[in-house]
């Protein structure tokens, strides 16, 4: 049982580079689950996954060319079934242990053990362990099945196998060969139509040898480097080219560094196998162009890395990629330079063209745009968005902030309806933003066009100045409020319409920017915006605002406990939340905190089942001693918690009131509640209403009990 490292490549044509890296990674990891399934590779087996654009790879350390025997026990029937009353096996017994391999000269060896009530025969026996082949064989089908493939395309066999040219297999992309070294050994194993062998191919065109021979599974990465002109790893790949873009945007200087965008280095480490990178350029009067615009194009079509310079600002060279390295490189930079030229020209046209017309001359235009077939048009949408703006307006800065959001909600989707945004619906917000500019807006209004979408994403930056912010909450609140109001609900895997990421970003407006506006009374103002397009969803949405924002706690660090007590309150301004859980943490910590608590959640059930309780309390009517000392110690702590309260020390107003412990103890212990005398009752339930307002103003401390 030899121990030797494992490698298996499988060669194919250019494989998706979106998903390259998943597949490596999920080729890899289901050869080793599945080999130490078999037990012939540890729980220390090392795994270093592999991916290219033509093959997936893996190499497994200590894997064992024959998996360890082991012993099993086999439970056959119970003892007055397989054996007759001298102790003779039945043919029942005896059929069974043939299935097991085994004749009537092993039943002196079963077992007897308890099995139930009953007792039973048991067989022991040891299981072979399995070969290195037979084990590879099913742990290579097994990982070839379970691929995450975005596509599967079918192909026709031409060799090795029953019927060339008409024997079809399917996998994401035809592949030529196969690998499967066990040391320096070749492992006989078969997938997709290839036999198992001890060699692959290099680059394409740059290959020192072909086919690249592979002499041990450790030499795997090195051999294909130095014969095969190809990096392997996908890590490695990426940090290469990472290297390299850097060192090309030094070599330009000015302090001129490469777009920084994770995605787009991934999708070019899955294309490349000896990345190259260029420097090129393009004319400089197409900096005219937005560099929004330029950037994109550059990005998206070509996969070119655009270089800033040290402000930021776009430059007329970029970085190009390439997969060769040829010793004069001019016709791939010519290449490269002659094919971005178009790209930028077509942007540079929408953007001329887009400037002959002003954004408000557009606005007509979106009622020929359909935003839902339930909601209508965009151009009624806007109207909603105007109105929801102007009422969210009126209450943050009166008539002025209301004029300057209703110019901004008027022209925020103009810029739907232009050509740019058409070929690049990616610029929304942007491209109006430089149109308001080029009509002569204020700057406040354009940025608010741009910002009204924003957050965007988590993490995102928020609004910039308060007219884009309330285009931003109003765009997102009709879109919250018009979904909900078809029912046009988010489910657990889909969510067309993106309203978890708009209600997230309505809660961190109103959290983040402290704003006097209760969730309550936004989705309350905005629903009249739809007359009768819509079935009133208020309900509805707050409780899925209050799970968002509950959930977004929760993960920041919050207990659910804490996040229960204080949402309990549905506070009026969400700025506050941070303050009122960190409050209600501080007095969960004091040693008072458990049996405040747990009184609190009686006093809230006697309240409950009390109906209506006026809050006040006649001295007059308090006869037992335990009454008298909680009512005086409210009047002595409550003033204290509320002025607190009322100045924003929330810790401290809570840790005020955990003085009440010993005399809420007190009055419960001796005191009865529902007296049968009518005043008494009434005059305890309301003092018990005082000491439930007192107490709760911060959170509701019963959700802790």
């Known amino acids: 049982m030899t121990a030797q490292n494992l490698l298996v490549e499988l060669f194919v044509e250019e494989l998706p580079p979106k998903a390259l890296r998943k597949l490596g990674d999920a ?8 080999l130490r399934a078999q037990g012939l ?3 220390d087996a090392q795994l270093t996954a592999f991916a290219s654009p033509r093959r997936l790879a893996a190499h497994i350390t200590g894997v064992l060319a024959r998996a360890a025997d082991k012993p099993q026990s086999t439970k056959l029937m119970p003892v007055a079934v397989g054996l007759t009353a001298d102790g003779q096996p039945t043919p029942a017994l005896l059929k069974r242990l043939a299935t097991l391999g085994a004749d009537a000269s092993a039943v002196p060896q079963l077992k007897r053990a308890p099995d139930g009530k009953a007792e039973a025969l048991f067989f022991d026996s040891v299981q072979a362990g399995v070969a290195l082949a037979e084990g590879l064989q099913k742990a290579l089908l097994e990982a070839i099945a379970k691929l995450p493939i975005p596509k599967v395309m079918s192909y026709q066999l031409e060799e090795g196998c029953e019927l060339p040219g008409w024997t079809s297999v399917s996998f994401v992309r035809p592949a030529h060969g196969l690998v499967a070294l066990h040391g320096s050994e070749v492992v006989p194993v078969t997938a997709l139509g290839l036999k198992a062998g001890n060699s692959t191919q290099g680059h394409r065109f740059e290959a020192a040898k072909s086919p690249v021979v592979l002499a041990h599974a450790d030499r795997y990465a090195d051999t294909l480097a130095e014969d095969g002109s190809v990096i392997a790893g996908f890590d490695a790949r990426r940090a290469e080219i990472a290297r390299q873009l850097a060192a090309a945007a030094a070599q330009v200087g000015g302090g001129a560094r490469p777009i920084e965008d994770e995605a787009l280095l991934d999708e070019v480490t899955a294309l490349v196998e000896r990345p190259n990178v260029l420097v090129c350029a393009f ?4 900096l005219d162009v937005p560099q929004e615009c330029l950037i994109l ?9 655009p270089l800033l310079d040290a402000e930021g600002r776009l430059t007329n060279r970029f970085l190009v990629v390439s997969n060769i390295r040829p010793a004069d490189a001019s016709a791939v930079t010519g290449g490269n330079e002659r094919v971005v030229r178009p790209r930028l020209a077509d942007a540079k046209f929408f953007y001329d063209q887009d400037r002959k017309k002003t954004l408000a001359a557009r606005v007509p235009g979106l009622d020929k745009v359909v935003y839902h077939n339930k909601l209508g048009s965009q151009g009624e949408r806007i109207a909603r968005v105007r109105a929801i703006a ?9 008539a002025e902030l209301a004029a300057q959001a209703d110019q901004a909600a008027q022209l925020a989707k103009s ?15 942007t491209m109006g933003r430089y149109y308001a500019l080029n009509d002569g807006l204020l700057p406040f209004v354009a940025d608010a066009i741009e910002d009204h979408y924003k957050p965007r994403f988590a993490g995102d930056a928020l609004p910039r100045n308060d007219v884009g912010l309330v285009v931003a909450l109003a765009d997102k609140l009709e879109t919250l409020v018009g979904m909900f109001g078809i029912g046009n609900l988010p489910t657990g895997d889909r969510d067309p319409f993106a309203l978890r990421r708009h209600a997230l970003g309505v809660l961190r407006m109103l959290s983040e920017k402290n704003l006097p506006l209760a ?15 819509i079935q009133d969803p208020t309900e509805a949405l707050l409780n899925f605002l209050d799970e968002r924002l509950a959930g977004s706690l929760r993960e920041q660090g919050y207990s659910a406990q804490e996040v229960d007590a204080v949402l309990a309150l549905r506070p009026a301004r969400l700025g506050e939340v941070p303050k009122r859980l960190a409050a209600v943490r501080a007095f969960a910590a004091l040693p008072e905190a458990a049996a405040l608590a747990a009184a609190n959640k009686r006093v809230s059930n006697i309240l409950k089942k009390a109906g209506e309780v006026d809050a006040h309390v006649s001295e007059l009517l308090l006869q037992e001693s335990a009454e008298k000392q909680l009512y005086a110690a409210l009047q002595r702590t409550a003033p204290v918690a509320d002025a607190q309260f009322e100045a924003g020390d929330y810790t401290a107003s809570l840790q005020t009131l955990a003085a009440l412990r010993t005399p809420v103890d007190a009055f419960f212990d001796a005191v009865m509640v529902n007296a049968e005398q009518a005043d008494l009752r009434l005059n305890r339930q309301g003092l018990l209403k005082a000491l439930h307002a007192a107490m709760n103003r911060v959170a509701d401390l019963s959700r802790l009990a």
């Open 390 to 398: 102007a009422a969210i307006a009126q209450q943050l800065g009166g």
């Open 297 to 305: 194009t550059m990005k998206a079509n070509q996969k070119y890395f």
């Open 415 to 429: 810029d739907l309806v232009t050509d740019m945004v058409g070929e690049f619906p990616e610029l929304q917000g």
């Open 283 to 286: 004319e400089p009067e197409f």
């Open 27 to 34: 080729f890899a990891a289901q050869l080793l689950e599945q």
């Open 519 to 533: 969730p309550e009374a936004l989705v309350r103002a905005a629903v009249p915006a739809f007359g009768d397009k």
């Open 41 to 43: 590779a540890g729980a």
